[in-house]
């Protein structure tokens, strides 16, 4: 792992540097302001300050700084205002003093010796010192560690806050709250601060999830894998300076605490007496929250003498109390690093005291945890019977929970433990056989899908399939299952010989079962053979009249009908499917429905409904534990749903979801896809590491067909988002040869839409014929396939009629991006007519000139466009020549202004900024700049990345060094100064950086 010492970007911190421009603001409205900045060690106190104080440069502000020293309550004396007033001399001379060197000289002895009368003097001498500076502009004074400020430091400092109160003077203060003990001298001096007006106290939260990864990935230049991101989120809990440590090693995984980490965390432990000391020793065994009465039984002390040293320890600040009345280490590094500071021979006795302790009174730990507490004590205390019997029990626990990823590791461990205890068979009352089974139906369940391939490759190894038909089958439709998943092959063997197995077995509820699974494998494959057995598991269960295999039948069913008639006659089926598992209770089978109906509902253009399937079957894969399967599923069929509405932040927010549970192989390709969808269309620079990591999956040896030709989508659009028209072509002459274009209308006709456009883009008339041929010979039974065929024929053929029927198409489906590219096009189809009509003559003169300036002039606005996926193609010649072309025939422009304002106000509002870009610049173009949203002159031209972009140009840094401070290459530096430079209408860097400041595009 390679990466940064610090974070050069402030993270989650966007509502706190608020907090502290909003009070500068009030300090140039002659309004005395102070913020004290409060938060644990390494949240990130300073570096907020040192941000704010970052984003004042330029500015009328004169900014001075003070640092209090750890030299105890008796130290140096007035320490900050010392170190601000010596930085201030260096910069300006004593000429600044005004004469008041004497009075001032308690602060800074070279500058002679003090008056008698010292204190009085000298605060006078600061408020007047203060109040010179910030009378000529805003003056921001920054204290920092007040916790460590000595008496006369707090009393100038209340001095200036409750009695001088300098009208344009803004004080910031830092404290740590883990350093203030319940005696410490700050805690009443920031109560009384509290109560003066213009007081403000500001607390610094911890980072949450989103905010780790979005560091770690400025950390280590690179998006972070979801795995490492739990890791570091559970381990530093927020903290950024935690966060950083854990980067800065040399651990790919952040498994070990990095030593001086370490050697920190318990540099505060060690300075605690001897008594509390082994007390957080004794704590540390039980975890990071422990209750009084199990510290107790183990710790064998008198109650005075535990409660003191647990005084001692909350006094420090590295164990709080809890409303339980429980306790909770603050930091779970600190347990962590004094749990790995045990003996060996301690760890491993403390570890049985506990497990004793909780098997004789399992009250002692909270309600359904006393089954995992004790195998985890007896698995640490190294005892291998005992550890092996309990992490059964407690793995049996765990999945009555449905808390598959916890009964996963359990049941590893019971495996890593067999070989050690020689009568493990006897002890647990299963065969080694039978253990293998369950873990790898517990992995699969986990989404552990790797791990459950190897379980169920041994266990197919020690099994006799003809003697046990029934579980033979069961492995090996998961074999196919799991074959399936990592894309290694498409199952079919495995599927076969489980059918012919099968068909052997008994009659049973269990056969319903497995034949329900086989035909549910089967339908990614073969949907008649996958028919064929969900009729036979029909018929087994219309024999048994059991409801629950009734429920898997028809599931199995109604999913098989899914790809064999058009969904809206398999829509009843599914539902009544769908219905009978709610009433049984089946939960597993019931969110399997509810995958299969909201996929259905999205197909046939019922976007809402799509949604609500959707979000209740993500209620319920969350409590049958199957949310990495599943529930990664639903959360992908929610946001595809999500984003054809145009609600693009929820369903970037479902797809958060889904990273964050980390499905394997190719479940997580459900939501990268559409993730990298969203991130190209909004042209954000961490699109195409996305799309790499999608595109990889084409390499794998099998993939099923909707997937393959989902991701081929993708490809053609990051290809058409490249601006290189060549490549476009190319991608859509792959996709075109996927033999599954001519049976899957639905993943179809997306893909001819971005080849026609493709195909334009290139002038490729044999590329446009192959479409033509394709988009005749397939289906268009949706609102949605309707669409995107009324596209492509406006893209090959061209004109305003062709664009305004793709227009009303997209009206009626409803995808709103979509909707908005259609009528970019049909705005610049309009200008296009108009200007030919005005120009027929000259058109008719120049008719070969012309069509080769159309498409150089195409191909510019296409790179115009460049970060947008589905962004329409532009015909920027007559486009170059409209508003002349209009001016000249009285054309009605109101009709392109409002399609132009349609379109710009659906892409702000999906963020979409490329294709807010290629309107505006096609209105522009146009003489329609009415047609964006009215902003101030200047400032609605730049999108929130230009603007960073433009304030490093502004700070003279070249593109090697934008691309390095934003974590962008050169390449994408040199296009946003590019863009910079055209849409500020400026021939070069230095005019950009002028008109910027002018207009105050920097501000804020």
Known sequence: MTAQAHSEVLVGRESDLAALRD???????????????????????????????????????????????????????????????????????????????????????ELGPPPQQQRGLLFEAVAALLGRLSAEQPLVLIIEDLHWADRSTRDLIGFLVRAARLPQLLLIATYRTDELHRGHPLRPFLGELDRVRGVQRHELDRLDRDGTAEMLAHLLGAEPDPAVVDTVNDRAQGIPFFIEQFAGSADPACGDIPATLRDLLLSRVDQLPEPAQRVLRVAAVGGTQFGHELLTRVAGMEEADLEAALRAAVAAQLVVVLDDGGYEFRHALVREAVHDDLLPGEHGR?????????????????????????????????????????????????????????????????????????????????????????????????????RALSLTRAALGDLDAEAEPLRAGRLLVRRAKLLRSAGKADGRAECEEAFRL?????????????????????AGIDRDRAAEVADAAMADAAELGDLRAVVMAEMAYG?????????????????????????????????????????????????????????????????????????????????????????????DARLAEAARLCPPNALALHWMRLRAHIRLARGRDDAEALVTRVLSFLTRPFLLNEVRLAVHE???????????????????????????????????????????????????????????????????????????????????????????AAVDAWRTDGHQYELATALLSLAESQAAAHAHTAHAHAAHAHAAHAHTDARVADARLAHAQAATAH???????????????????????????????????????????????????????????????????????????????????????????????????????????SRIIAKLEVTNRVEAAAVAHRLGLLDG
């Open 23 to 109: 009070a500068l603001k009030r300090t140039r409205s002659a309004e005395p302001s102070t913020v004290l900045v409060g938060g644990e060690a390494g949240v990130g106190k300073t570096r907020l300050v040192e941000e704010f104080r970052r984003g004042l440069a330029g500015e009328p502000v004169r900014v001075l700084t003070g640092q209090c020293l750890e030299l105890g309550e008796e130290g140096l004396p007035f320490a900050p205002f010392a170190g601000a007033v010596r930085d201030l001399l260096r910069a300006e001379g004593t000429g600044v003093l005004d004469g008041q060197q004497r009075e001032l000289a308690l602060l800074l002895p």
């Open 350 to 450: 403390l570890h049985a005291r506990y497990a004793r302790a909780v098997e004789a009174e399992p009250h002692l730990v909270g309600i359904g945890r006393a089954a995992a507490e004790i195998a985890h004590h007896w698995h640490a205390a190294r005892d291998h019977p005992r550890a092996l019997v309990t992490a059964k029990v407690a793995a049996d626990e765990a999945g009555r929970r449905y808390a598959w990823g916890e009964q996963a590791r359990l049941l590893d461990r019971v495996l890593e433990l067999w070989e050690d205890v020689p009568d493990a068979a006897a002890q647990l009352g299963i065969d080694h056989l039978d253990l293998l089974e369950e873990a790898a139906l517990v992995a699969l369940d986990a989404g552990d899908h790797m």
């Open 502 to 522: 099968l068909l052997g077995a008994p009659r049973g509820t269990d056969r319903v079962r497995l034949l329900a699974d086989l035909a549910h494998v089967l």
């Open 559 to 651: 999913l098989a009908c899914a790809g064999r008639i058009p969904p809206d006659e398999a829509l009843p089926t599914i539902r009544a499917a769908v219905e009978r598992a709610r009433e049984a209770g089946d939960l597993p089978s019931l969110t399997r429905g509810l995958v299969n109906l909201s996929d259905q509902l999205y197909e046939t253009g019922a976007y809402e409904e799509s949604v609500a399937a959707a979000a209740e079957g993500l209620q319920d894969a969350d409590r049958a534990g199957v949310s990495r399967t599943n529930g990664t599923f639903l959360r992908a069929n929610y946001a595809e749903a999500l984003i054809a509405l145009g609600r693009w932040d929820e369903a």
């Open 714 to 804: 993708l490809r053609l659009a990051a290809a058409l988002a490249s601006g290189d028209p060549e490549a476009a072509a190319e991608a859509a002459r792959s996709s075109l040869a996927e033999p599954a274009t001519k049976a899957t209308p639905r993943y179809t006709w997306p893909i001819l839409s971005l080849a026609a456009r493709a195909a334009h883009q290139a002038d490729d008339k044999a590329l446009a014929q192959a479409i033509r041929a394709r988009a005749a010979a397939l289906p268009r039974r949706f609102p949605a396939e309707r669409a995107h065929a009324a596209q492509t024929e406006a893209h090959l053929e061209g004109g305003e009629p062709a664009w305004q």
């Open 871 to 977: 962004a329409a193609h532009a015909h920027a010649a007559t486009a170059a020549t409209a508003h002349a072309a209009t001016a000249h025939a009285g054309v009605d422009r109101a009709a392109i202004a409002s399609t132009l304002a349609e379109a710009i106000a659906i892409a702000e509002s999906l963020g979409a900024t490329p294709l807010i870009e290629a309107a505006d610049t096609l209105a522009r173009r146009l003489g329609l700049r009415a047609a964006a949203t009215p902003a101030t002159p200047g400032t609605e031209l730049l999108t929130a990345r230009e603007r960073e972009v433009l304030r490093l140009v502004a700070e003279g840094h070249s593109n090697s060094r934008i691309a390095t401070t934003l974590y962008i290459s050169p390449k994408t530096a040199s296009v946003h100064v």
